[in-house]
């Protein structure tokens, strides 16, 4: 798997999105650094709730009242800062730079009109002049992913299975050779063979095409086969990201650690795998300081009440995570000639930089 550099790089910014609840504003992405190297495949994945779709929309600009994006930028290479994008610029770059399969994307064509209408009425509206060409390139996408492509594009919506609308939702965000591609639970309606393959062809595409591709979804076991990165989101924070292998192999923040705990075996001690306890907050129970984890995390500490962890890189990986800087701290002091200023724990913005 090797990155492609020509394609664009996602930067994300300082990104807060709050919806608007009869509490008032409160926010389901907050202050999210999360960076998509070029070429490359992340997925992200976190339980319901955490605030994986909210982040996906924004790179579109597509977070709908009572949502809006309260602070923070999406820039694509290309493209510029996407929240900045508003009117045609914004409807132009949606497609044609930025493909989009929604969640639940099975749900999402129109009833009245066969795939085949709907597909030529993308291209128009993106103004695409070789419309055969485009039909030509659907036919094969959809080939690819095990079905007949003709017959697909004559077919309305409900003479499709869950699953051959779901593959409709890929072709439709890959057609238009959009450069970003933004996979939203791509398989949910899937069986578990037919999410394997939709997931290599996925990668396929990448690859061939020189994408950069974001993958959210509650399965982790198949974000380790497609994704080359990782984010793992917890009540609106990116609280681990790194080298997918990395981070599912040796996971530092105790909630990755969870998840991964909790991942059902299919062969081994099926008794290992443990529910994580607790439930991940909504909202309203947020904290208002402090770690967002900390009701549900076995590494605990008193400053993890009252101060939130800031995000720091080390060897590639972002951990947000009190116990988790302590514990590198001791390693850094034990370790000869490293700089004692490694054994700050001042969370500030500035030290993320430094770290970053
Ligand atoms: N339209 C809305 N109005 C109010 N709150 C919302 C709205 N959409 C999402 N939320 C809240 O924002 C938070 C993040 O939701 P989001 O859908 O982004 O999470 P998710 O990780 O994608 O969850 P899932 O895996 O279930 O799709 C949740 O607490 C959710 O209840």
Redesign the pocket.
């Known amino acids: 798997m090797t990155a492609n550099p020509t394609a664009p790089a996602v930067r994300v910014r300082g990104l807060t999105v709050v919806?608007?609840?009869p509490v008032g504003e409160?926010p389901?992405?907050s202050n999210v650094d999360l960076t998509l190297a070029p070429g490359t495949i992340t997925g992200v994945v976190?339980?319901?709730?955490?605030?994986?779709?909210?982040?996906?929309?924004c790179l579109l600009n597509a977070v709908?009242s009572?949502?809006r994006i309260a602070a923070g930028s999406v820039e694509i290479d290309g493209l510029g800062d996407v929240v900045e994008l508003g009117g045609e610029e914004l409807r132009r770059a949606r497609g044609r730079h930025v493909g989009y399969v929604f969640?639940a994307a099975q749900n999402s064509l129109n009833p009245l009109k066969t795939i085949g209408k709907q597909l030529l009425d993308l291209g128009r509206s993106h103004g695409v002049e070789d419309l055969r060409a485009l039909v030509r390139d659907a036919k094969d996408l959809l080939a690819r992913m095990g079905m007949d492509g003709a017959r697909v594009l004559d077919s309305y919506q409900h003479e499709l299975s869950g699953g051959m609308r779901q593959r409709v939702g890929i072709m439709l965000a890959l057609v238009l050779n959009a450069k970003v591609v933004v996979l939203?639970?791509p398989t949910t309606a899937l069986d578990m063979i037919t999410q394997a393959t939709i997931l290599r062809i996925v990668r396929e595409v990448h690859d061939e095409r020189g994408l950069t591709t974001l993958v959210?979804t509650?399965d982790v076991g198949a974000v380790a086969e497609v994704a080359d990165n990782l984010a793992v989101?917890y009540g609106?924070r990116v609280v681990e990201h790194g080298p997918v292998m990395e981070v599912l192999g040796s996971p530092r923040h105790p909630y990755t650690r969870g998840l991964i705990r909790a991942i059902p075996r299919l062969s081994g001690d099926i008794s290992l795998a443990r529910a994580l306890p607790g439930r991940p907050?909504?909202?309203g129970t947020l904290p208002a300081a402090g770690c967002v984890f900390r009701e549900r995390c076995d590494r605990r500490m008193d400053v993890c009440d009252t101060v939130e962890p800031v995000p720091l890189t080390r060897d590639g990986r972002t951990v947000a995570c009190h116990a988790v800087d302590a514990a590198a701290d001791v390693d850094a002091n034990a370790a000869p000639g490293v700089a004692a200023g490694a054994a700050d724990r001042t969370p500030t913005t500035a030290r993320r930089k430094e770290y970053a």
């Open positions: 919806y608007k609840t409160l389901a992405v976190g339980e319901s709730g955490s605030g994986k779709s909210t982040l996906a929309l709908q009572p949502g969640q939203d639970e959210i509650h989101m609106g907050p909504t909202l």
